[in-house]
């Protein structure tokens, strides 16, 4: 069983930026800009690789510039999107590395195998238990969106697409982990196969009225409320416009029933 947090009621606070950019002087821009406006940042492989560690630390601190003197400056929820997946011992290397960004959300693949989500698992909270800091939410990645079932059936994986990701949304869930990241249209099946406790991380929100760009099966954020997420992953609609934070609150505002 997960021993996780429940998902925020605030709607802003589930709202997760995704910032896709290998500038850190951008993400750091966006960062700040976006301090109290929503739930957390998504810094993935593109920053990581152009940036490191050093970048992502500064630009989950990244204060916003008006910090009231004598306030620590905000510092914002960290969901590192690196994707583990290797050997359980260098995936338990890997998780306790990261660990030291102070990320809140961390995730890896569940196709890795029960033994490295177990690893990964014990790792995090060992290594919580020796900084002192609460465990990061640990998440798993089922079967990539963006392959479809000829591409599945390529690498030897026959039978649909949707079997697997609930097979390994379960597997995900008894080794452990708090959630799985999941396309929309695949809400409704993990809720079933994985009951309420089991966060679901939902990328692929488009707000009413906004461009879908290379996003093929979008929903709005309402629609995935009511379908069963718990955390929105938005990327471009937030990050793309001219006023973030005004285009973040437009989305939760959005999501308020
Ligand atoms: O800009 P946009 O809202 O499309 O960004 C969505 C984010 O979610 C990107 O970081 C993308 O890599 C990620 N993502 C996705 N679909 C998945 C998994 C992750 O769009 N199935």
Request: charged share 20%.
């Amino acid at each position: 069983m997960t021993d996780v947090a429940p998902p925020p009621k605030r709607p802003q606070d589930r709202i997760l930026v995704a910032i896709d950019t290998p500038d850190e002087a951008r993400a750091a821009d966006l960062s700040r800009r976006l301090a109290g406006a929503v739930g957390g940042i998504k810094l993935g492989l593109e920053f990581f690789n152009a940036n490191g560690p050093e970048g992502v630390r500064r630009v989950a601190r990244a204060a916003p510039e008006e910090t009231p003197r004598g306030q620590a400056p905000a510092q914002q929820r960290l969901f590192l999107d690196l994707k583990f997946h290797d050997i359980p011992n260098t995936v338990a290397g890997a998780v306790r590395g990261a660990m030291q960004l102070g990320p809140w959300m961390l995730n890896v693949h569940a196709s890795g195998g029960a033994a490295m989500m177990t690893a990964a698992r014990q790792a995090a909270e060992f290594q919580a238990d020796s900084l002192g800091v609460v465990r990061p939410m640990l998440i798993a990645v089922t079967v990539l969106t963006s392959l479809d079932e000829d591409d599945l059936a390529v690498v030897g994986q026959q039978g649909p697409a949707a079997d697997q990701v609930a097979r390994l949304a379960r597997l995900a869930q008894e080794c452990g982990l708090d959630g799985v990241v999941c396309s929309a249209r695949e809400i409704a099946a993990i809720r079933a196969a994985c009951g309420p406790d089991f966060r679901l991380i939902v990328p692929g929100i488009r707000p009413a009225g906004a461009e879908t760009g290379d996003q093929k099966r979008t929903m709005t954020p309402a629609e995935a409320l009511a379908a069963g997420a718990d955390y929105l992953v938005i990327g471009r609609p937030i990050t793309g416009a001219a006023d973030p934070a005004e285009a973040a609150r437009a989305v939760a505002a959005e999501m308020t029933p």
